[in-house]
């Protein structure tokens, strides 16, 4: 009955308010007569349709107006010159707005109906400060306002219940211009015909819905909307608060804002329509037809029905907020595709049922789909992207999914959305799934009681359409390629500050559970599978950022594979530990050539296993990381590569701290601190460069463990403390050098070198108190050993055994051994040992027992002290020795050789041993110097020397040099002490030569010589 009475008063109001405008003061807008032109032909046409009401309203709206003989056939009230009204009417905020707000709560209307007001003047929101409003009542396009004259659709809903007598102004139809402070809980304040906001405004009462039904008072409103809004004066319907089933699906068309702020509207049972969806039921409009649309507030109940709630396809500049969805089966709660520009906010998503068994693909509350019409039903098909998409506020509760895709068009993809700040909770399968997304970010959301978090894929082998599909369907024409096109190198995903607390199982997917997981898609040939054939190629992801998140799960923390360019840093990765799992989960994975990852200052709480890069995968970084007791590996590299791991902290892994494995390729592994585990660091059968300045501890095995054919080109500057066996254990591997390590207290060894293992140089290395062995060399090469300093070995300081090859044994420090200082029993080489110090050994500083004479140990400028005169300072017992210029003292006997060892001793020097003499068998040998050596040339071109006989020697050496200090050239060896003169021949004349003898003496194997006799000179004739 209003609208009649609205549409009577502005026919009859329309010609009076046409001059009006056209006679207003200067000061207001010039009025635009094709506007009053179009707003005269749209109320003609109300007028046609009002006529055919046949109920008058006079009665309902006055107490007691006089009404007219003519009131029957016009709803317009006539208002008498004589009759004066005194209102009390109280009007609401939302009919009046000014600049100043000054309004007159108790407006007096007189015959004159003077009335002062500050009120907005135009639509622009010119203001004049004090209009008066006169029996003439001037109108004009800005809307000035007397509270004598309104008639409204919303009058009979004021605070005051507005009586109108008689008015005088039966001809003037006023538009009223509201504030943007009013208030949406004054909306049904608002007149009909009222800008409030810039929106024309439509109120939908209850008296409307109970006199027709919800959704022909709610859709012919809409109607109304779509006839007449604009983009510069949209609509805004109001519906009046209540509880209401919905018949039938409400249709939205452009330039529209509903707003159901306290209204439930539920589908009937059995239905199978959408319960709102923007265009017509089967839409034919192509591309971002409908725009500027608005779903604000409202229950939207599917009654346990199977249908999309709310659909919202071929538009832009959308927004749905303050909506709940709730109560549907086997379908999604909102499906958006062909977008451009929607923001979903402050939303609740509830109650959506899934079949586990059927395993429909309707997961995800809100769908992100494709125009396709075996997808998205209701649309014209194309080949159309979305794009800005914003989801944000929201909450998520009861459903299988909360957000994403199962859909896409090969190489057009969804393209600058944001998901923030929602929250998810008890879902049955994960939160968030994109799929072909680029410009992405996930921030702020709150995931709880889900099986799996988020997940990224590029494209599926399922779901996945080319853009000729769309084309045929819907015959408009798209410049989408369909072959392979290599994705770009950085689609600027993000997911950033989410909580995530994941667990259980996913009833829908039979993948590994993740909190989150990105994937591409690299294919060696055409695959079809529930989409289209997808071409052959790589669909990797590119260039996504993973930081800040907070993650308890008990399956992966972050996973990614194909995914190349990723950054992962700042997660906290919690694992609530399941008793028997089925997989290993780790905390974070690349997988299935991940390429050039960076994943710095994550935490990682009780993992099976921490961080893992498998499969060709690469990590440019692996850095700043805290694990803690991972069941197994804290940091696995496997089959893959990693240029930098350093400076993580590791706590007590179950097996490995870092393990690299399976031909993999590290560049650096430095500066990391781990604690405990079987292993600190284990390369097994890969390639590292450098291993250097970690410390490590209580290993419940090796510190560091090289094996498995393995290369490590430098090991250096490591701290190891507290090994359980090795401190650096090398089996059947490679390691160029091992240098100026500390390693401390190792149960067993501090570098023990085994099985065919290759070590090029051992050297200065400080090993304190190890439990067996400073150094050892079994079955293997350690070329050169050097410069290291060991003390307090429980055993031998460095050990050489069972065929292995070393070079050289040179300026190592060996302090306060148990047992030996050095030991040899096994050479595959030649082998000098010189220029050690070795200290206080309870047992023989040196000992050689290496069964072979086909090899000669050289022995020489070292220096020996013992612990005691119990000990001697040299044994061998077996071997082809040199010995030389050796500083033996506080021994029992300086050196002692057995009848096994084929021997040569040189001159060293013996201090404060019990005998200062070489013991060769059971035959001392002290040291023999000769006497009385002169010499003279006798004739052209000789020389002849002659010396004392030493009846202790078994013969002599006779050495001879062109000058004093120069070298001397052994020339002759007499092997009968009785020979005591000695003829050099075939000298040169006038030259001067000279000579030296040096005695010795050979026991069995062993020839000991005697110090260098006095050097004689002869000038020959």
């Known amino acids: 009955m209003k609208k009649k009475c609205f549409f009577k008063t502005v026919c009859s ?49 006055t107490e007691s107006s006089e009404t007219t003989e003519s009131s029957e056939t016009t709803e317009s009230l006539e208002t008498t010159e004589s009759s004066e009204t005194t209102e009390s009417s109280e009007t609401t905020e939302s009919s009046e707005t000014t600049e100043s707000s000054e309004t007159t709560e108790s407006s007096e209307t007189t015959e004159s109906s003077e009335t002062t007001e500050s009120s907005e003047t135009t639509e622009s929101s010119e203001t004049t400060e004090s209009s008066e409003t006169t029996e003439s009542s001037e109108t004009t396009e800005s809307s000035e306002t007397t509270e004598s004259s309104e008639t409204t659709e919303s009058s009979e809903t004021t605070e005051s219940s507005e009586t109108i007598e008689e008015s005088e102004n039966n001809d003037n139809f006023e538009i009223i211009e509201l504030t943007e402070d009013t208030e949406i809980s004054e909306q049904f304040d608002t007149p009909k015909g009222a800008v409030s906001n810039g929106y024309y405004v439509i109120n939908v009462t209850k008296s409307e819905i109970s006199s027709t039904s919800a959704y022909a008072a709610i859709q012919s409103a809409l109607d109304e909307a779509q006839e007449n809004a604009t983009t510069d004066l949209p609509y805004k319907v109001f519906v009046d608060p209540g509880k209401y089933s919905l018949t039938q699906g409400l249709r939205i068309y452009s330039n529209t804002y509903l707003c159901l702020t306290g209204v439930t509207l539920t589908q009937n049972k059995g239905s199978n329509y959408n319960m709102i969806k923007v265009g017509d039921s089967n839409d034919t409009h192509s591309g971002y037809y409908y725009q500027n649309i608005t779903i604000d507030g409202g229950i939207w109940n599917e009654n346990g029905n199977s249908n999309t709630a709310i659909k919202i396809c071929h538009t832009q500049n959308i927004t749905l907020m303050n909506a709940t969805l709730k109560n549907c089966s086997n379908s999604h709660l909102m499906e958006i595709a062909g977008n451009n520009g929607i923001t979903i906010q402050n939303c609740n998503f509830a109650d959506q049922a899934l079949s ?33 998409v914003k989801i944000t506020g929201c909450s998520f509760k009861n459903v299988p999914r909360g957000i994403g895709s199962h859909t896409a068009i090969l190489n057009n993809p969804v393209d600058t959305i944001e998901i923030s700040n929602n929250t998810f909770t008890s879902l049955k399968s994960l939160a968030i799934q994109a799929m072909n997304y680029i410009n992405c970010t996930i921030t702020g959301n709150t995931i709880t009681d889900t099986p799996q978090g988020i997940m990224i894929y590029s494209v599926r082998e399922s779901g996945t359409f080319l853009a000729s599909t769309a084309v045929k369907e819907g015959h408009i024409p798209s410049s989408t390629p369909v072959t392979y096109q290599t994705p770009v190198n950085n689609q600027k995903m993000v997911i950033s500050n989410n909580t995530i607390a994941a667990s259980g199982n996913d009833p829908y997917e039979d993948y590994e559970n993740a909190a989150i997981f990105v994937s591409g898609l690299n294919l060696g040939s055409a695959t079809t599978g529930s989409g289209d054939t997808i071409p052959a190629g790589n669909y990797f992801i590119s260039g996504i950022t993973i930081s800040d998140n907070t993650i308890n799960t008990d399956g992966h923390g972050i996973r990614l594979q194909d995914a190349r360019n990723s950054t992962i840093t700042g997660n906290t990765i919690t694992y609530s530990q399941v008793s028997k799992p089925k997989n290993t989960f780790y905390g974070i994975q690349l997988r299935e050539s991940s390429t050039n990852g960076i994943i710095d200052n994550n935490t990682i709480n009780k993992p ?34 990693a240029t930098n791991i350093s400076s993580n902290t590791v706590n007590k892994p179950g097996i490995n701290g870092i393990f690299i494995y399976n031909n993999s390729n590290v560049d650096l592994i430095t500066d990391n601190n781990i604690s405990a585990g079987n292993v600190n660091i284990n390369i097994d059968g890969s390639t590292v460069t450098e291993i250097s300045k970690n410390t490590l501890s209580s290993a419940k095995t090796n510190s560091v463990f090289l094996h498995n054919k393995c290369t490590v080109n430098k090991l250096s500057s490591n701290t190891i403390n507290a090994s359980g066996k090795h401190g650096v254990f090398i089996d059947c591997a490679t390691a160029k050098t091992i240098k100026a390590n500390t390693i401390q207290s190792p149960a067993i060894t501090g570098v023990h070198v085994y099985n065919n293992s290759k070590v090029s140089t051992i050297a200065n290395n400080q090993i304190t108190s190890p439990g067996k062995y400073g150094i050892c060399a079994e079955k293997s090469t350690a070329r050169t050993i050097s410069g290291n300093s060991i003390s307090k070995p429980a055993n031998t300081g460095i050990f050489i055994f069972t065929k292995s090859k070393t070079g050289t044994i040179s300026d190592n420090t060996i302090t306060s051994g148990k047992d030996k200082g050095i030991a040899i029993n096994s050479v595959k080489c030649k082998m000098t040992i010189s220029g050690n110090t070795i200290k206080k050994c309870k047992a023989y500083p040196i000992y050689c027992n290496p069964a072979s004479t086909s090899y000669a140990i050289t022995l020489k400028k070292n220096i020996i002290t013992g612990n005691s005169k119990k000990i001697d300072g040299i044994r061998a017992d077996s071997g082809k020795l040199i010995l030389s210029s050796n500083t033996i003292s506080s021994c029992s006997r300086a050196i002692i050789l057995s009848s096994k060892v084929k021997g040569t001793v040189y001159p060293n020097t013996f201090k404060k041993n019990t005998y200062n003499n070489v013991k060769v068998n059971s035959s001392y040998v002290n040291t023999l110097t000769v006497k009385s050596l002169s010499g003279k040339s006798k004739s052209a071109k000789t020389a002849t020397l002659n010396w004392k006989k030493l009846s202790s020697a078994s013969g002599y050496v006779v050495y001879r040099s062109a000058s004093k200090n120069g070298s001397y050239t052994k020339i002759s060896t007499i092997k009968k002490n009785k020979t005591i003169t000695y003829k050099d ?10 000579y030296k003898i040096v005695p010795y003496t050979t026991i069995g194997k062993t020839t000991v010589y005697g110090l260098d006799s006095k050097i004689v000179s002869i000038k020959i004739k």
Do not use: W
Not at 375 to 388: A, M, V, W
């Open 13 to 61: 109001c329309i010609l009076g308010t046409a001059l009006l405008l056209s006679s207003t003061s200067s000061s207001y807008a010039s009025p635009n007569i094709q506007d009053i032109d179009s707003i005269a032909d749209t109320v003609s046409e109300m007028f046609k349709k009002s006529e055919e009401l046949k109920t008058t309203e006079v009665s309902e709206m």
């Open 356 to 388: 586990t068994s059927a395993k429909p693909y309707t997961y995800e509350a809100i769908q992100l789909d494709i125009l396709l019409e075996s997808h998205l039903s209701g649309y014209l098909s194309e080949d159309l992207p979305l794009k800005n």
């Open 608 to 641: 099976l296993s921490g961080i893992h890069i498998f499969e060709k995968s690469s990590a440019k970084s692996i850095s700043g990381n805290t694990v803690t007791t991972p069941t197994n590996n804290a940091i696995m590299i496997e089959n893959a590569s």
């Open 985 to 994: 021949s075939k000298l040169k004349r006038k030259s001067t030569y000279y």
